[in-house]
Each structure stands twice: as C-alpha cells, then as structure tokens.
C-alpha cells in the first residue's frame, strides 16, 4: 500500500557524490521500513542501508564503510541516500523499497548511477 519512486541517478566521477531520493506515498506506509539496494551488471540485488519511518535503528551493507548515509523527511515522505566518495564498484541500479515485516514487497523502478574512473 505504498508507492516509491526513486531520483537523483547520475553520471559522476571517482571520488564525488550523489544524493538520492526516494519519494513515498501511500495509506500506511509510516509504519514500514525503507530500504536502499542496489544491483549492477550481472551481479544480484544487494541491500545497501534501512531506516525505519516511526524511528529506529539505522542499517548498512558492510561495504558501506560511512561513505553512505541513509536520512528520512517524515514532513517530505522522502528517504535520501547520501553517497559520498564514489568507486566505479558502485555504479549500479539503486532501488528504493519498503516493508513492514521482513519481506520488502514494494520497491521503485531504480535510478542508475554511474561512477567513472
């Protein structure tokens, strides 16, 4: 019951940084957790960072290594993923989702990033 739609992809050097936004709307998604992932070329989806909409804990990918911030605008229904310090190991499709339990049922169509070197 909650509709995503991700912004902010890009083309960015090595080194920069991007912000993206995940605008949600819906009838009760201020009780879901949100979620960042990610999928490059041949590679599966993987799990990038969360952060609940009530409050909570925050959580990151390993690989994350603080270049990457997760942030919620409860006023804005937007989740950011500030990406800091960009590898071409990054560039990928990065998805925003949302669940309420441990399944992430609703995602968005994805925005790519690319990093060059």
């Known amino acids: 019951q909650v509709q995503l739609v991700e912004s902010g992809g890009g083309l960015v050097q090595a080194g920069g940084s991007l912000r993206l936004s995940c605008a949600a709307s819906?009838?009760?998604?201020?009780?879901?957790?949100m979620g960042w992932f990610r999928q490059a070329p041949g590679k599966e989806r993987e799990f990038v960072a969360a952060?609940?909409?009530?409050?909570?804990?925050?959580y990151y990918a390993a690989f994350v290594k603080g270049r990457f911030t997760i942030s919620r605008d409860n006023n804005k229904n937007t989740v950011y993923l500030q990406m800091n310090s960009l590898k071409p190991e990054d560039t990928a499709v990065y998805y925003c989702?949302?669940?309420?339990?441990?399944?992430?049922?609703?995602w968005g169509q994805g925005t790519q990033v690319t990093v060059s070197s």
């Open positions: 989702a949302a669940r309420q339990t441990l399944q992430y049922n609703y």
């Open positions: 819906g009838r009760t998604f201020s009780t879901y957790t």
């Open positions: 952060i609940p909409w009530s409050g909570g804990s925050t």
